[in-house]
T-cell receptor, first 116, second 111 residues
Framework: AAGVIQSPRHLIKEKRETATLKCYPIPRHDTVYWYQQGPGQDPQFLISFYEKMQSDKGSIPDRFSAQQFSDYHSELNMSSLELGDSALYFC???????????????FGEGSRLTVL | RKEVEQDPGPFNVPEGATVAFNCTYSNSASQSFFWYRQDCRKEPKLLMSVYSSGNEDGRFTAQLNRASQYISLLIRDSKLSDSATYLCVVNFLSGNTPLVFGKGTRLSVIA
């Protein structure tokens, strides 16, 4: 079965550079979530989109922005990168109808960002 | 105070042991509860949902105590392959709102 696809899997950037992460949700999933997981930390919710509109906002820095496109893929744009942005960035997707029954989010394998 | 709290461990147990993890959550209006498993450098994956009546899936048993805002996971007959981090996860609202994760409890099952 198709899963959540994230790219790139690994990314190395310098401080103050920009980075873009992409997420392709499971087909027919209408909601995308972005999470950031630092070393030894729990996944922290950044932002989510439902039907291409922002639905919830978490601890996303102002330097970051995200959007969901007409084909439901989502991109997380990060600017003025700082050392502390080094983390694993997960995208997850779900279908609102399925979540009423299972509540499950399906995670991609993550994009590992290293800022030097 | 963190919204979802867990003992980070690590729990080091021999194969065949029974081990229990606990979790507390702060929002009494929380709607749904889960245990996710995360292997090192991998994505979190749903292990099981947690229901008020308690539920069992093979060697795994989950319990929810709404009055105490407490969730537990019991693993019986531990296998080496159970070594992972177990994340307690709460959905504070209904619908497609984001899940809130605990820091996770690390389990190492030793031969």
């Amino acid at each position: 079965a198709a899963g959540v696809i994230q790219s790139p899997r690994h990314l190395i950037k310098e401080k103050r550079e920009t980075a873009t992460l992409k997420c392709y949700p499971i087909p027919r999933h209408d909601t995308v979530y972005w999470y950031q997981q630092g070393p030894g930390q729990d996944p922290q919710f950044l932002i989510s989109f439902y039907e291409k509109m922002q639905s919830d906002k978490g601890s996303i820095p102002d330097r970051f922005s995200a959007q969901q496109f007409s084909d439901y893929h989502s991109e997380l744009n990060m600017s003025s990168l700082e050392l502390g942005d080094s983390a694993l960035y997960f995208c997850a997707s779900s279908n609102i109808r399925d979540r009423k029954y299972t509540g499950e989010l399906f995670f991609g394998e993550g994009s590992r960002l290293t800022v030097l | 105070r963190k919204e979802v709290e867990q003992d980070p461990g690590p729990f080091n147990v021999p194969e065949g042991a029974t081990v229990a993890f606990n979790c507390t959550y702060s929002n009494s209006a929380s709607q749904s509860f889960f245990w996710y498993r995360q292997d090192c450098r991998k994505e979190p994956k749903l292990l099981m949902s947690v229901y008020s009546s308690g539920n069992e899936d093979g060697r795994f048993t989950a319990q929810l105590n709404r009055a105490s805002q407490y969730i537990s996971l019991l693993i019986r007959d531990s296998k080496l392959s159970d070594s992972a981090t177990y994340l307690c996860v709460v959905n504070f609202l209904s619908g497609n709102t984001p899940l809130v994760f605990g820091k996770g409890t690390r389990l190492s099952v030793i031969a």
